[in-house]
């Protein structure tokens, strides 16, 4: 049985009401419930949306300094995540992660990163001043994928760093639902006197079912950052920030997100938090199982077709991970002579079906609580379409396209992103330090950290793949060469 104050909606009950009071608006957002804004928009989404399109006022509360309904809603959030604390963000996972590390971090402290990390866990760096240490996810041919990290690879980078680390960054589940074996990692680095962090992008709903890998809040975490908006209800940009006290001053999050966050939160987008955690608060586990059941139904079905592979509990058990999020379906598509770009693409453009991303080997397929049997069977029969008399004669392999691991660092990121910079040529800059964060995108993971040696390895990896259809983020684009600062 829910607990019954999981389904208030504070926030979302005090936005309704105060639009049907329809009192006169003489503050903003200026076009006045909708009065104001140009007619198609209003024709096409109707007029509800913009009636609740709110700002800052007594019966709403406010984000910045939440006394009333916001403060509730939080407050029902903490409650259903096993939280002390948690808090609306409205830039997404990625201001949480900023806000993380300037919670934590002084300027000129260390912290220790896993490499798989988001570049916003970069960008937190930079901006908190503090100098990044990496562990590197495993590397795993057969799988032609990057995992996670392992504990015992994050055993020895807390047992070789500086005695004066005392923060752990890990992403998990990764963006292809791979989680860390953060049951094993977090009362380790703990025991060390570390404050563990987690990037939990990928995984507002874990802790929902019980089928599903354990929540980072579940296995001890100090602070966990979700994206509400990628996996269930939230809209986009909607994500939400979770911490416990002890070994993280809530105080000074609470300060670091004032600062960080903007005065003029959407209420639309804070109202889908407040409306998404009752729905997994409430009924959750219901609606997974229904996730659940689907992805795992065409988990089969795709690996009956000749030349694909998705990705299963077992591949990632056998290979010291802690879990895999079932309703991320990675599928190996090198076995088709075709790249993931290639795949992503043929169901796009032939089928009328958008994936969530590609890289040289992989498609990556979310299936949510939004999802039908229908739109899950047409994916199954297109991509059958697609294997059709393809062979693995022209396929890629691993070493062709595999991720660099352990690029030397030159400078703290801080110092390297604000240096004197000029701008050179992808293929010339070997041996020189980056300036700036360049990734792969999606998924985000930085190939560049500002300060980092930019090598041969490095050149080659970003080449192959933009040669191979994916997009090199942070590389300044003049229309013809990448040149990075
Ligand atoms: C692991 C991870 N962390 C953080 C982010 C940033 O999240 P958001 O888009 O909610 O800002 C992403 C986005 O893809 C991600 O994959």
Redesign the pocket.
């Known amino acids: 049985m829910p607990d019954p104050s999981q389904y208030k909606t504070p926030l979302f009950d005090a936005m309704v009401s105060l639009a049907e009071s329809r009192k006169i608006s003489f503050h903003t957002p200026g076009h006045k419930s909708g009065k104001g804004i140009a007619t198609r928009f209003v024709k096409y989404v109707g007029p509800n949306i913009f009636s609740i399109d709110l700002t800052t006022l007594d019966e709403v509360d406010s984000l910045q300094k939440p006394t009333g309904v916001i403060k509730e809603a939080q407050g029902l959030a903490a409650k259903a995540y096993g939280a002390d604390r948690s808090f609306f963000l409205l830039?997404?996972?990625?201001v949480g992660?900023h806000a993380m590390i300037m919670t934590v971090c002084n300027p000129g402290d260390g912290i220790l990163a896993a490499r798989n990390c988001?570049k916003?866990v970069i960008a937190g760096a930079i901006l908190a001043g503090a100098r990044a240490n990496f562990v590197y996810p495993a590397m795993d041919a057969s799988l032609m994928m990057s995992m996670n990290v392992t504990f015992d690879s994050v055993r020895q980078a807390v047992e070789s760093a500086a005695p004066e680390i005392k923060v752990l960054v890990v992403?998990s589940p990764?963006?292809y639902g791979i989680c860390a074996d953060i049951e094993r990692i977090i009362p380790f680095a703990h025991e060390r006197g570390m404050t563990v962090l987690v990037?939990e992008?990928?995984g507002p709903h874990l802790g929902f079912h019980p089928e599903l890998p354990k929540s980072a809040l579940s296995c001890g975490a100090d602070m966990v950052v979700q994206?509400t908006?990628?996996i269930i209800g939230g809209m986009t940009q909607a994500?939400m920030m979770h911490a416990r006290s002890g070994r993280v001053d809530i105080m000074t999050l609470a300060g670091v997100l004032k600062v960080l966050q903007t005065t003029s939160p959407s209420y639309i987008l804070m109202a889908s938090l407040d409306l998404a955690r009752m729905q997994m608060a409430t009924e959750g586990e219901k609606l997974l199982s229904k996730a659940l059941e689907l992805a795992r139904w065409a988990r089969d079905g795709i690996n009956g077709i000749q030349g694909l592979r998705c990705l299963e509990k077992k591949d990632v058990l056998l290979r010291s991970m802690g879990d895999l999020d079932e309703t991320k379906l990675a599928i190996n598509v090198s076995d088709l002579g075709m790249t993931g770009y290639q795949v992503s693409q043929a169901l796009n453009t032939e089928h009328d079906i958008q994936v969530e991303m590609a890289d040289p080997f992989h498609v990556l397929v979310i299936v949510s609580i939004g999802d039908r049997k229908e739109d899950v069977s047409r994916l199954v029969d297109a991509l059958k379409e697609i294997a059709k008399g393809r062979s693995a004669a022209a396929r890629f392999d691993w070493e062709q396209a595999k991720p660099p691991v352990g690029t030397p660092q030159g400078l703290p990121p801080r110092e390297a992103f604000f240096a004197a910079h000029e701008l050179v040529n992808l293929g010339k800059s070997a041996g020189r330090l980056s300036s700036e964060i360049v990734t792969v995108y999606?998924?985000?993971i930085p190939m560049l950290v500002p300060g980092e040696v930019i090598t041969e390895d490095v050149v080659n990896y970003l080449s192959r793949v933009s040669a191979m259809g994916g997009t090199v983020d942070g590389l300044a684009e003049d229309g013809r060469i990448g040149v990075v600062r």
Request: glycine residues 10%.
């Open positions: 830039n997404g996972t990625t992660n988001h916003s992403t990764n963006y990037d992008a990928h994206s908006h990628k994500s999606p998924p985000g």
